[in-house]
Structures are given as structure tokens and as C-alpha cells.
């Protein structure tokens, strides 16, 4: 949160082990905590007896007395942990698994796509818990896959696919079947099957941001859905959020004697009240805190929950910046600019840590770094490095804390991936910020209030000292407005929202690209049913999230991305759309990347806020990408008959947010549309070949921000989700003679936000509960999937009459499905691709 709305804070520290500074030792295999009641029921996790729980959130053994804290309370009586999953009727997934071990990921240039995986365990409403257990469960109709429907789902599958091939390939009796519907092909030599694939991985989730309510009012509610669906998850406040010391209201803030360690300590409190009540329910369920020295010479206060051990807060506690836009030396700002040699800890009163200490810019890219390490995290939360600045004012959009904060994340992730090689791979996702407030609502009513509840035992507004504080139990800062400024009823990502990910190609082979460890992650089925191979990592680092793919004129597959660079100056950070091209068609080998550069002039003047681009082949064969840029107008850049790429043009508009979405209509004209914070605005060629026509307004309400675009019926037929409901609405837009709308309707959903995903009759996207709804056809049921996912999910026509579906887990492992893209037709079981991301540890 920002000091204009009344200070930035800090966050609590996740539990780690004393004794050894993060990144240098190996954390003990098991740990206990004294006093931790049920620890022997703790001996299995998310339903796989065989794993240990993860050290870094599991109690500490020998914590020094003297820095060991528990919360006052006592935990809840019959509290338990939540059940596992039954994986008994997980099914058996379409298509095969590649065995092909993870660690090739730094392999050849051009490795492999998406699989059809195996369907993942039902995520587990927190036992105790005060949530929406039913909404996190199943949607409508998500009993209804049982083995029957499967068998008849299988055969229909397997029809689509020998039709999507047109008879190209001939299988013996039932041989498509059979390898069609289970995990794994028969082994004729044994007779008997391979084992079928383990279930997925929970992932490890970490957080990490600059003020101790930024996670509450800009991630939330992917941090409460994973919370309770008992996933391990860590958040890192890098700052104090001291503020100016004063907790109180404007009612009483005149009068009220500044303290700052106090006020630090009093968002700590309400931190962990917020993060316990998530977890169990219950705002006072105890904590244990400890120290820890980092790999930057400095110390951490680690919390756990007693009752989800999964679930810690680390605290780094340096100093804030106090102001917005000010020009503050002692800060992140400052120290990432050389304008100080180091910044200095803030310590909250009450905190175990007791020592000062001071980073160097290095110093904390290391402590970081080693956090990183210990926790090992698949999913890494982020705020946006690059909110760029108002266009009349040039004022900063976002609070400088966060994404100075996120800069540092980003050099330590590059770091972290480069140094550490025994490490599971992991996805970024970004989080926007204060702009938030004048964008339309993404949340549906259920979901804000459920998000303003945390907020509001953050904010401490009963007031009762449930804490045993004199600091205080919460922020009374935020007691005024515990919403924001409207920050309660959304949230959005930054990067990472283009569903063009996954593509298919003539051979009815498939291909997924998307960002894990900072490169570009391949994974390749060549053909319709053969392995899938990958995740490969292409060479060049430096990727941001977020990857866009189109098919050239050629049969050639062209991913597009942005970079960002850091420089030998901090003035020289920079982002650059870059991409690469298939040496040929169906091979797996890629050029190298390729910059197409950025129209910003510069970070110091925009922060470097260019969007995720666009791109789109039109009617001529002539490729273009599109980004919306810092001045929040549309630019482009458009590919020359001899390969060449013309210009940065400017294309106009005003007000635009998120990133465009772009497609072809039937005349092969292209189209560009983008999301505003009141409508939606379009571009069109005249004709193919030709420049875009002049920005014309399309007349849709207000949307969200996500866009998809997809040429069919003749013209673009676009889909986005009405604001402050989740439900996905769809538009046909044609182009002769100008933008014309039509066919305006509203699909329905399941409550949830982000982008959506169309192929066929296939629909899919985020639900509430942060899981994957999806409708197979006109009038079918909305469905929920048990899988949660980082950024969007993708679909591709696989030949014409197979539609295949995929996503990237919390586990950054690949899940693929498909459907028959034919009336009443459903889901088939997801399967994972390759090996598992995360093996237990040692």
C-alpha cells in the first residue's frame, strides 16, 4: 500500500531454521516445534506419504529460547489438517507422458510442447476454516465426470482425432484407444501397463512485496485460494512500512504520539491475524517466531503458523521510502540508484530480531537470493517492476517501494536461476497496483467481500487487543477505508495474460512456450498422439512473463516475448520486445532472439512500460506486433517483404490498459482492439497489406482488461468479463467499411477474472477459487477443473475437430486436455507433461 494511503508496510517472514544463514547450509531434513500439538499427523503431505513436509515450512528444532516467540493464544481445539485428496478417480489422461528428466531443460534450442495430463487432486477447503468451501470445491456440474462418461469421452476423442489426422495414420484393432485413454502406452512385450503418472506436485508459493498489506490488496485472492487449497506459501515483506509511526485514523492522528518500531509492530500483528484467519479461521491462532541470519549478512524474523506450518511470513524489515514519488535517498529507490551506499534496517518493536543491520545493493540481492534457495519456490509472486507514470503529470503510477522491490526480485531471480542448478523450475506472475483503483472491478460481489474481510482483521477495526500488543493488533491507518481506493474489488496481472501460448501445427503436432527461470519454456507433441518432450528452455535470459505465438505464412511458428536487460548503470534498466522463429516448419530448432527494441525513450521518463505484444498475420502474409506503451496509446512495428521490420509507429489512443489483443477476419484484414478503463477501443485495415485505419470506438460497456481476439464468422469475434460479476461475454466485431459490433452476449462463468481462453466450442479461464472453469459448447454447464494455474490458460484447434486446452500449474509443470470441438462434448482428464517439477527433498 502506499503512503498516500497512509504508508507502505512490512510484511511477516516465513519460518526458517536458525542457526545458519539462508543459502549457505542445507536446512535440517525435519524439524518440530515445541508444543506443536498433532505434529505426528503431520507425516503426510497433499495426499503423498512418501514426501516430507517441506523443511523451510515446517517447525524449527533447537531454536534459541531467546529468540523463539509464540503468539499468546492458544491454538483451536480439533483443529486438523485438511483431508486429502482421493486420486482414486483421477482417470486416466488423453494422450502420453514423456519421461524425458527435467533437467534437460537447459538442452537444445527448440525442445518440446504440451501433453493431455492426468487430472490433478481436488484442492481442500482449509479444515476450520471460514471460507467458501462449496465455491472451492466444485462448480456446477463438476461431479459429473465419472469412468462411464470417460469410457464414451475416450471414443469420442479418439474419433476427432483419427478425423483431425484425415486418414493419414492407420492403428491396429483398438490401438488409438487404448493409447488415447490411459497415461501411459501398453507394453505388449510384458503384457501389462506402466504405472500411471503421480499426482501433481502442490507447488511452493512465494510472495514477495514491498508493505505488510501490499499481498492483501493486490494479490488477494490468489493468496487466500491457495491458502486454502493447503499449498505451501511464503510471503517476504522487504520493508517495515513505518511510515510516519502514527496508528490511528484521521480522527485521532493529530493527537496520537509518533512511534514508528510500534506502528511497524502493529501491521505485523495484523498481518498474521489476516494470514491465521485465512488458514484456520481463527484471527489468534499462535505463531512461532524466529530468527534468522540471511545471506546478506543481515538477520530475518521468521513466522509459522502453528496450525499450517505450510503457511510463513519473513520480515527483512528495512527501511520505507515514506513517500509516493518523493525523491527519498534513504530507500530501495535509493539504493538501487547508488544514491546510498546502503540501506538500513527498521526494526518493529516486539520482533525476536533485535540487532541492526544495513544491506548493500548486492548485500540484499543476496539476501534475497537466498530466500530463493531455502524455499524453493515453483510460483513467485511479484509486483509490477514497470507501472510506468502519469501521462500528464509524469508522476509515478505505483508506489516507488513496490516496484523498486520488484527490481530487486527480478536481479535475484536472474541470480538464482544462473547459480543454482538443484532447484525446481518456477514462473513469475506480476501484480499491478494502485492503477487498480481506476480500472474497472474484476471481482464479483462474494469475492470483494470476502477479500475486504482480511482486510478489515488487518485494519483491526473491532479494536480489541486479541494480540496481548501495546503496539496494537492491526493497522488503524487503513481502519477508515479497509477497502482502499477500491483495491478491494479487483485485482489484475500485469504480464502473463496472452493466450496464444499454446499452437498447433500442420501436422497436428502441438507446442507450448512460456516463461519459467527468467527463458522461454518449450514443450513439443509432435503429431497427434505422439510423446510430448520438454520442458526445454530456450537459450537467452532475461524473459519477462508472458509469450505470444503466431504462424507464419510459411508454416513457421514465431513466439514473441519482452526482456528486460539491467545495464552496467541503474538508468540502463530496459525492456525490449524480442522474438524467435522456427528454422522450419515442425522442426524444434529456433533462431536465436531476435530485438525488435521499444518504443519508450527511456525509464527514467516511463519506467519502461511497455505491454506484452500483440501479434498477427494478415491476409498478405505481413506480420505486425503491437504494444501499448508508457504514454498508454498503441504502437507497432510491421515486417517488410525482405524481412525487415519497419518503424515504431504511432497508432493513437488514449487511455489504454493491459495489452492489446489482435486477429484476422475472414478477408484477411487485421484487426487491434484494447481494453480502456470505460470501453474498448479498435484499429482495422482497409484492406490486407494496408496501414491500420484511424482508432474508432467500438461501443462495448466497460470490460476488464484481458482481452481475446480470434478471427471466425467471417470477422474477429472478441472475449472479455463484465466488471464486478466474472461472467465472460463475447462480441463479433466486422471490419467493411470500419468497426462494426454485434452478437453481443453474456456467457455466464463462474465468478472468477483474468483472461479467457477460445478455440472451437471451448471456453476456459480463472474461476473464483483460483481454479480452471471451462464450457465445452453452447449451453453446456460451466465446469470447474481442480487445477490452479499461473497466468492464462491457452487452446488451440488441433486439426478441425479437436480442441486441446492447456495450462501451467503452481507446480510450473504443463497440464494439457482436450474436448472434441462437437455438441456435448466434455473435458477428457488432464495429464501432466514430463517428470515431476519438485521432488521431495533429501
Known sequence: MSDSWQGPGARDPQGAPTGSAWGQQPWPSEHTHQG????EAQQEYEGH?????????????????????????????????????????????????????????????????????????EPA???????????????????????????????????????????????????????????????????????????????????????????????????????????????????????????????????????????AEARQNGIRAAYAKMATGDRGSPWTRTVVPTKGGGQAEVDVLVAKPQVNLVWLQLREAGSVNGDVPDSLHGLWDGKVPHLDSMLASGSPVQQKFSYTKDQFVQTLVGILEQYRPTTVRSQDPTPGRHPDTKRYADHQDHFYGARFLQMATAAYAQDVTDRPHFAVQNYSGYINGSLPSTLDPEEAREKLDILGTYAWLDQQNHCNSPAGCGDLKVADQPGGKRWSDTINYTRGTSTSWLT??????????????????????????????GPDLLPGTGMDPGVSTVTLADGRIAAFGTRTSFGAKPTDYRREVVYVVQKRPGAEEFTEWQSLGTPETADETWTSDISAPAVSVDGTGQLAAYVRDGAY????????????????????????????????????????????????????????????????????????????????????????????????????????????????????????????????HVLAGRTAGGQLGSEAGPGQPWERSPLMFVGAPSSTMTGKSLVSLAVVGLDARLYVTSSADAPNAHLAPWQPVGPRNAPPFP
Not at 489483443?661 to 480502456?676: C, E, K, N, Q, Y
Not at 494496408?690 to 469475434?717: C, F, H, K, M, Y
Open 36 to 39: 506443536y500439538p498433532g505434529h
Open 49 to 121: 506419504p512418501e514426501r516430507r513436509p517441506y523443511p523451510g515450512q515446517q517447525p524449527h528444532q533447537g531454536l534459541p529460547q531467546r529468540h523463539a516467540h509464540a503468539h499468546p493464544h492458544p491454538p483451536r481445539q480439533g483443529h486438523q489438517d485438511p483431508p486429502r485428496a482421493d486420486l482414486a478417480d483421477a482417470g486416466h489422461a488423453v494422450g502420453e507422458v514423456d519421461g524425458a528428466d527435467a533437467a534437460d531443460a537447459a538442452g537444445p534450442v527448440g525442445g518440446p510442447a504440451p501433453a493431455e495430463p492426468a487430472e490433478a487432486p
Open 125 to 263: 477447503e482449509a479444515a476450520g476454516s471460514r471460507g467458501r468451501a462449496p465455491r472451492l470445491a466444485r462448480g456446477k456440474g463438476g461431479d459429473r465426470p465419472r469412468r462411464r462418461r470417460r469410457g464414451r469421452l475416450v471414443k469420442v476423442v479418439a474419433v476427432c482425432v483419427v478425423t483431425a489426422v484425415g486418414g493419414l495414420l492407420v492403428f491396429r484393432g483398438d490401438e488409438l484407444l487404448d493409447r488415447l485413454g490411459s497415461s501411459t502406452a501398453p507394453d505388449k512385450a510384458a503384457g501389462t501397463r506402466t504405472p500411471a503418472p503421480e499426482p501433481p506436485d502442490p507447488g511452493r508459493v512465494l510472495q514477495v512485496v514491498a508493505h505488510p498489506d501490499d499481498d492483501l490488496y493486490f494479490m488477494n485472492p490468489d493468496l487466500r485460494y491457495s491458502i486454502s487449497a493447503g499449498r505451501p506459501v511464503t510471503s517476504v515483506y522487504l520493508t517495515s512500512g513505518e511510515a510516519d509511526g502514527i496508528n490511528a485514523g484521521s480522527a485521532k492522528a493529530a493527537v496520537t504520539k509518533p512511534d514508528k518500531p510500534a506502528y
Open 504 to 533: 498447433s501445427d500442420a501436422e497436428h503436432g502441438l507446442w507450448a512456450f512460456k516463461v519459467l527461470d527468467g527463458q522461454v519454456a518449450l514443450w513439443h507433441r509432435p503429431g497427434p498422439v505422439g510423446r510430448w518432450k
Open 633 to 760: 496509446g498503441l504502437r507497432g512495428r510491421v515486417q517488410r517483404a525482405d524481412g525487415s521490420w519497419g518503424p515504431w509507429e504511432k497508432y493513437g489512443g488514449t487511455d489504454l490498459h493491459g495489452s492489446p489483443a489482435t486477429a484476422t477476419d475472414g478477408a484477411g484484414r487485421r484487426m487491434v482492439f484494447s481494453a480502456t478503463s470505460k470501453s474498448v477501443v479498435g484499429w482495422v485495415q482497409p484492406k490486407p497489406g494496408a496501414p491500420l485505419g484511424q482508432v474508432t470506438a467500438t461501443g462495448l460497456p466497460d470490460t476488464t482488461l484481458p482481452l481475446t481476439a480470434d478471427g471466425r464468422e467471417g470477422g474477429v469475434r472478441l472475449w472479455f468479463r463484465k466488471p464486478g460479476s466474472g461472467n465472460v461475454r463475447t462480441a463479433l466485431i466486422t471490419g467493411e467499411g470500419g468497426l462494426k459490433v454485434s452478437q453481443m452476449t453474456d456467457l455466464g462463468g463462474l465468478q472468477g477474472f483474468g483472461s479467457v481462453t477460445a478455440s472451437g
